[in-house]
């Protein structure tokens, strides 16, 4: 599990008050369903009177007519009673699965909606398997709690309590000695109930462990075939299975007693109710009719402590369900938007960026710094690509240019604007990434490349896709650019699935263009290609290249020099081979030369 399970106390007591924000646009539709269910159990409640008219007129002394006639009135009465009954109970329904299935929606789309805007130092601590869980299984228990449970719950409320009114009146020295009686259940009921609230939070804890297995293994499934870890990794995700239902065992088994326990005790009491109903019958002093009345009410009432008890371990479930919910819309992204945007000026040319100063540290490993006191002016238009060894602070670079992290110090300006006064959208609008692991989504190779700008024409994005040279082999796709790409590309080769990358961001057509290892999965004649297509996509625009393959990158206006989240060096590829550096050293191990002739043999 990760750290965020880990949760102070002051999240312990959490309720389903959580959902009072899902809840309040509905305000209408609440109170039309709390009428129609106070009135199914007010139905509920009329049918023991009309019992009780209709035993006392069948037992009457009167003419076999008369009996008739009242007998008749009486079960039309019980009728219209049942009817009432259908149409408010019909009505409930329907509103309140309405409701539930509404507010489920609204919950799980608004935990989508906040989690897709959490920086990337949320998922460093939250797997994406957690966070599935979460949106599917916990907002399916809240929905049955709301569409079902609670509603079950409010009307057996209503109808105990309107039972055990009546019989109050009707019995009031009986009943006073149930009530005793069912005072002492109470404080037991409560500790099971806080059990029972505990053990449900677990469960669902142990049932995003598992989720979070599968979409891990699942993404990664060739790698674990190729070296035969599938027994393996089903024993992991069998272990986890084994610890959820050991978990929901435990939680089953603590809400059976509470239930064994509610519905033993408040029979027992309402069986001393109904016996010492019965000696008043004997005695003479109740008639049959009121008998009647008070054993459907007893009836009524243990029914209704019984739903109860079952609609109680359901919303004790849901709690520790809505307690993991809102732990995710509470979680706050550390990059904040900021609340006066400034417009982000236009350069010709492309975009003008400067680094100054940028001094950071990965939330994860605060003790190492990935970047500093870099400070870097990339003129409009210009190429330039940041070269160094693996860890040396490139990939950062373009993580702070997108905003995906804030710098501990310093600051980066882009045409003349810090980044954290821009929107998000608009920062973001201005840069277009190519990156190294290109993503592909699962739909048409059309609709992909059109994610780069959603409102362009069929048109504009095949030029893009010739522009990136990928529009050969997307016709040769069995339906073309209407061809179903699969899941995360699957259908393509490496090579493919960059240039529809690349197709991509030249649709977007922005000024600033990242290019992160944009041909590392190329072959010879497609990098070649392609490689000539970013030369002609980097015209205009300012370009920031992130390059392992140093014959790629030759011809960049600046080569800046990382290592250890420093800059080493800056310089035209010429100028660095010569001066001997770390760079003459990257050049002389890719080119196989000494230091000395690399520059000779690379141009």
């Keep these: 599990m990760s750290e965020s399970t880990a949760r102070p106390a002051s999240k312990q007591a959490r309720s389903l008050s959580g959902l009072l924000p899902f809840l309040r646009p509905y305000r209408l539709r609440i109170l039309l369903a709390l009428v129609t269910l106070v009135l199914a159990a007010l139905a509920t409640l009329a049918f023991p009177l009309a019992l009780r008219g209709l035993i006392d007129a069948g037992m009457a002394a009167s003419a076999p007519g008369e009996r008739l006639m009242a007998l008749r009135e009486h079960f039309l009465a019980m009728f219209g009673v049942g009817a009432a009954l259908g149409i408010f109970s019909a009505s409930r329904f329907y509103m309140v699965t309405w409701l ?11 935990v989508y909606r906040h989690v897709l805007r959490q920086s990337p130092e949320f998922f460093e601590t939250t797997q994406t398997g957690e966070v599935l869980s979460r949106i599917t299984t916990d907002t399916t228990v ?70 979070a297995i599968a979409a891990e293994v699942l993404n990664a499934v060739t790698v674990v075939q190729s070296y035969t870890q599938e027994q393996a990794e089903s024993d992991r ?110 350069t010709a040319g492309g975009s003008r960026v400067a680094l100054q ?114 529009d050969d082999f997307i016709r040769a796709l069995p339906e073309g650019y209407q061809s179903f790409l699969g899941e995360r590309g699957v259908r393509l080769s490496g090579g493919q699935r960059q240039r529809i990358s690349i197709a991509r961001a030249m649709l977007k057509n922005p000024p600033l263009l990242l290019l992160d290892e944009a041909t590392s999965a190329l072959d010879a004649e497609s990098e070649r290609v392609v490689q000539a297509a970013l030369e002609a996509a980097m015209q205009h625009r300012t370009t920031l290249v992130i390059a392992h393959r140093l014959a790629t990158i030759q011809k960049a206006d600046r080569i800046v020099v990382l290592e250890a989240g420093r800059i080493v060096d800056i310089g035209r590829h010429d100028e660095l081979v010569a001066r001997g550096g770390l760079y003459a050293k990257l050049a002389a191990m890719q080119f196989g030369l000494e230091p000395a002739d690399a520059g000779q043999a690379s141009g």
Excluded at 100 to 110: H, K, P, Q, S, Y
Excluded at 169 to 193: D, R
Excluded at 244 to 250: E, I, L, M
Aim: aromatic share 6%.
């Design 100 to 110: 539930g299935e509404r507010v489920t929606a609204d919950l799980r789309n608004a």
């Design 142 to 211: 809240v929905q049955t709690v709301v569409g079902s449970s609670l509603s079950m719950g409010l009307r057996n409320t209503v109808m105990g309590l309107g039972a055990l009114a009546m019989l109050i009146i009707t019995n009031p020295y009986v009943m006073g000695q149930v009530l005793g009686i069912l005072v002492l259940v109470v404080a037991p009921a409560l500790y099971f109930g806080r059990r029972v609230r505990k053990l449900s939070r677990a469960s669902q804890d142990r049932v995003a462990d598992t989720s």
């Design 357 to 470: 100063n940028i001094q950071f540290h990965y939330p994860s490993r605060p003790q190492t710094a990935a970047l500093d006191a870099v400070s870097l002016d990339i003129a409009p238009g210009e190429t330039v690509a940041l070269v160094g060894p693996s860890g040396a602070g490139k990939t950062t670079v373009f993580q702070l240019l997108l905003r995906f992290y804030d710098p501990q110090h310093g600051q980066i300006l882009l045409n003349g604007v810090p980044v954290q006064d821009l929107t998000l959208r608009d920062l973001r609008a201005s840069v277009g990434l190519v990156p190294q692991d290109s993503v592909i989504f699962s739909t048409t190779a059309l609709e992909n490349i059109r994610y780069g700008r959603p409102d362009a024409t069929d048109e504009e994005v095949m030029a893009a896709a010739r522009a990136a040279f990928a």
């Design 237 to 346: 995700f069998s272990r986890a299975s084994e610890a959820a239902f050991d978990t929901a065992r435990s939680r089953t088994k603590v809400r059976s007693l509470l239930v064994a326990f509610i519905i033993t005790a408040v029979f027992g009491a309402m069986l001393w109710g109904l016996y010492q109903g019965t000696q008043a019958v004997i005695a003479g002093s109740i008639t049959a009719g009121h008998l009647g009345q008070t054993v459907v009410y007893v009836t009524l009432l243990v029914s209704s402590v019984a739903v109860l008890a079952e609609v109680w371990g359901d919303v004790l479930r849901a709690a520790g369900a809505t307690e993991r919910l809102v732990e995710l819309m509470e979680a706050r992204s550390p990059v904040a938007e900021t609340t006066v945007p400034r417009a982000l000026p236009a």
